[in-house]
C-alpha cells in the first residue's frame, strides 16, 4: 500500500506543536538574564583612579584632579574628612594625583605611599612620592621619599604614568611614562619611560639590572596599570600606543619595550614584544590578577572590561569582553573578598567574577532553536517536503578563541585617548 503523505497544511501543524511544546521555554530562558555582576559601591567622585585594600577592611582611594586620599570604611561609608589632601598638585590632562600603595607591613608601620605630580615655580614638572602614616583614618607625618622624574619646563600633561605597588619581594614599584618626549625612554640615565624599581625608602635595589639606577625595564611610552600574578611572579602591564599598538606586555627585568624605535610587534631580538597588541588604541589602563594567569584589564576608549588568560609560558588561550559601559574603565583592582573592583571617572564598582556569561541565554536560544530546526528538517524531509530554513540565529559576537603562541592583534574603533 502506498504512503499517504499528509497535507502541507497539515505539516505545517505539526511543526507548530513542536514548536509550541518546547517554545515557551525556549522564550523563557532567552529572556532571563541573571542578576547584574556589576554592582555599584560609590558614585559622585573626581577620578578615582587607584584604591588599596587595608587588612582591617578599609578600602582606600585616591582622587586624580582633588589631590584627596579618601577611605570607605569596613561597613561601606565614605568618611567624609580626607585622609590626606595632597598640594600643590598639577593636575591638567593626565597629571595630578596618580597612584597610591599600602606597605606591605602596614598593619605595623601604618605607612601609605603617594605618587603625584606637580610644577615648580620654574615650570619644571616632577614625579614625587611621598609617605604618610596613617594615624586612625588621617594621614601625618608626611615624609618625601624620591622625586622620581623632573620634565623639562612646561612638558605636555601627558604620559606620566604614576601607577605605584609593592611587589612580592617587598620592593616599590612605579610606572613612569615619557611625558610626550619620545627618546628619553631608551635613555638608560633617564627615568622618564621606565618601569623602576626602589626600595621603600627611595634608595636602588643592589639587584636592580642596571647597576645604580632605579630603571626595572625600559623603552615604555605612557602606562596605567601592572600587577603581579602571586602563582608565578610575573609582572604584567599595561601600555597605551600612539595611533596604534597599545600593548599589553609582561615585564622581565632589564627588559626594553621598544618605545619609541619599535612599536606593537617588532620581530626584533633587541626589544620585548607584547603578548598582546591592539591594532588601534582602546586604551588599556588597570590590569589585575584573579586567578593563576587569568587576569582583568579595563580600557578607557571603550569601557570595556576584558578577561585575559595565558597558558604557564605567556602566550594567550582566550581572551573574551565581560563587560562594557558608557564611560572608560581606570583602576581594575581585585579585592580581598573575592570581586574585582573597577572605577571610572565618578564611581567605584565591583564585578563578580564568578558570574555567568551574559550571553549564555543567547546561547541557550541558539541551540535550541536549532535543533528545533533540524526536527522540522528531519521531518519534513522525510515526508519529501522540500524546506528551506531562511533565518539562521546568529550568536552574539565574542572575543573569545585559542591561540597559539602568536600575540593578539586586534582592530577597534572609536575615539582614542592615547
Given at each position: 500500500m502506498?504512503l499517504k503523505i499528509?497535507?502541507?497544511?497539515l505539516?505545517?501543524?505539526?511543526?507548530?506543536?513542536?514548536?509550541l511544546?518546547?517554545?515557551p521555554?525556549?522564550?523563557s530562558?532567552?529572556q532571563s538574564?541573571p542578576?547584574?555582576?556589576?554592582?555599584?559601591?560609590?558614585?559622585?567622585?573626581?577620578?578615582p583612579?587607584?584604591?588599596?585594600?587595608?587588612?582591617?577592611g578599609?578600602?582606600f582611594?585616591n582622587?586624580?584632579n582633588t589631590?584627596?586620599?579618601?577611605i570607605?570604611?569596613?561597613n561601606g561609608?565614605l568618611l567624609s574628612?580626607p585622609?590626606?589632601t595632597?598640594?600643590?598638585?598639577?593636575?591638567?590632562?593626565?597629571?595630578?594625583?596618580?597612584?597610591?600603595?599600602?606597605?606591605?607591613?602596614?598593619v605595623?608601620?601604618?605607612?601609605l605611599?603617594?605618587?603625584?605630580i606637580y610644577?615648580?615655580?620654574?615650570?619644571?614638572?616632577h614625579g614625587?612620592?611621598?609617605?604618610y602614616?596613617?594615624?586612625g583614618?588621617?594621614?601625618?607625618s608626611?615624609?618625601n621619599?624620591?622625586d622620581v622624574?623632573?620634565?623639562a619646563?612646561?612638558?605636555?600633561?601627558?604620559?606620566?604614568?604614576g601607577?605605584?605597588?609593592?611587589?612580592?619581594d617587598?620592593?616599590?614599584?612605579t610606572q613612569v611614562?615619557?611625558?610626550h618626549?619620545g627618546?628619553p625612554?631608551q635613555?638608560?640615565s633617564s627615568?622618564?619611560?621606565?618601569?623602576?624599581?626602589?626600595?621603600?625608602?627611595?634608595?636602588?635595589?643592589s639587584d636592580n639590572p642596571f647597576p645604580?639606577s632605579?630603571v626595572?625595564?625600559?623603552g615604555i611610552?605612557?602606562?596605567?596599570g601592572?600587577?603581579?600574578?602571586?602563582?608565578n611572579?610575573?609582572l604584567?602591564?599595561t601600555?597605551a600606543?600612539?595611533?596604534t599598538?597599545?600593548?599589553i606586555?609582561?615585564i622581565?627585568k632589564?627588559g626594553?619595550?621598544g618605545?619609541?624605535t619599535?612599536?606593537?610587534i617588532?620581530?626584533?631580538p633587541?626589544?620585548t614584544d607584547?603578548?598582546?597588541?591592539?591594532?588601534?588604541?582602546v586604551?588599556?589602563?588597570?590590569i589585575?590578577?584573579?586567578?593563576?594567569?587569568?587576569?582583568?584589564?579595563g580600557?578607557?576608549?571603550t569601557?570595556n572590561?576584558?578577561?585575559?588568560e595565558?597558558?604557564?609560558?605567556?602566550?594567550?588561550?582566550s581572551?573574551?569582553?565581560v563587560y562594557?559601559?558608557?564611560g572608560g574603565i581606570?583602576a581594575?583592582?581585585m579585592?580581598?573578598n573575592g570581586?574585582?573592583y573597577?572605577?571610572s571617572?565618578?564611581?567605584?564598582y565591583?564585578?563578580?567574577v564568578?558570574?555567568?556569561?551574559?550571553?549564555?541565554?543567547?546561547?541557550i536560544?541558539?541551540?535550541?532553536?536549532?535543533?528545533?530546526?533540524?526536527i522540522a528538517?528531519?521531518?519534513?524531509g522525510?515526508?519529501?517536503?522540500?524546506?528551506?530554513r531562511r533565518h539562521s540565529p546568529?550568536?552574539?559576537?565574542?572575543m573569545q578563541?585559542?591561540?597559539?603562541s602568536?600575540?593578539l592583534?586586534?582592530?577597534?574603533?572609536?575615539?582614542?585617548?592615547?
Open positions: 502506498p499528509p497535507s502541507l497544511k505539516l505545517m501543524k505539526i511543526v507548530i506543536l513542536i514548536v511544546s518546547i517554545g521555554w525556549i522564550f530562558r532567552a538574564s542578576s547584574s555582576p556589576v554592582t555599584t559601591i560609590l558614585t559622585g567622585l573626581s577620578f583612579v587607584s584604591l588599596r585594600f587595608a587588612p582591617d578599609r578600602i582611594f582622587e586624580k589631590g584627596n586620599i579618601r570607605i570604611q569596613q561609608t574628612t585622609f590626606a595632597i598640594s600643590p598638585i598639577f593636575t591638567d590632562s593626565e597629571s595630578g594625583l596618580l597612584g597610591i600603595a599600602l606597605d606591605p607591613s602596614f605595623f608601620n601604618r605607612f605611599y603617594v605618587y603625584y610644577r615648580d615655580s620654574q615650570s619644571y614638572t614625587h612620592i611621598v609617605r602614616t596613617a594615624t583614618n588621617i594621614g601625618t608626611p615624609t621619599v624620591l622624574v623632573s620634565a619646563p612646561n612638558a605636555p600633561p601627558y604620559h606620566n604614568g601607577y605605584i605597588k609593592f611587589g612580592p617587598g620592593k616599590l614599584y611614562g615619557e611625558f618626549q627618546s625612554a635613555d638608560q627615568t622618564t619611560g621606565k618601569m623602576l624599581r626602589m626600595n621603600p625608602d627611595g634608595s636602588i635595589p645604580g632605579l626595572y625595564a625600559l611610552r605612557n602606562a596605567f601592572f600587577d603581579f600574578d602571586p602563582s611572579g610575573r604584567i602591564a601600555e600606543g600612539p595611533n599598538d597599545d600593548e606586555n609582561i622581565v632589564g626594553n619595550y618605545w619609541p619599535c612599536l606593537g617588532c620581530h626584533n633587541s626589544f607584547p603578548i598582546v597588541d591592539f591594532n588601534l588604541v586604551t588599556p589602563t588597570g589585575a590578577t584573579a586567578a593563576p594567569n587569568v587576569y582583568y584589564f580600557e578607557w576608549n569601557g572590561l576584558e578577561r585575559l595565558l597558558s604557564t609560558n605567556g602566550s594567550i588561550v581572551m573574551t569582553q562594557t559601559q558608557s581606570i581594575v583592582e579585592g580581598p570581586k574585582l573597577f572605577t571617572p565618578n564611581g567605584i565591583t564585578y563578580d564568578q558570574s555567568p556569561v551574559s550571553a549564555m541565554p543567547n546561547s536560544f541558539i541551540i535550541l532553536a536549532i535543533t528545533v530546526s533540524i528538517t528531519a521531518v519534513l522525510y515526508l519529501g517536503i522540500r524546506y528551506r546568529q550568536p552574539v559576537p565574542r578563541q585559542s591561540w597559539g602568536f600575540p592583534e586586534m582592530e577597534l574603533t572609536g575615539s582614542c585617548l592615547h
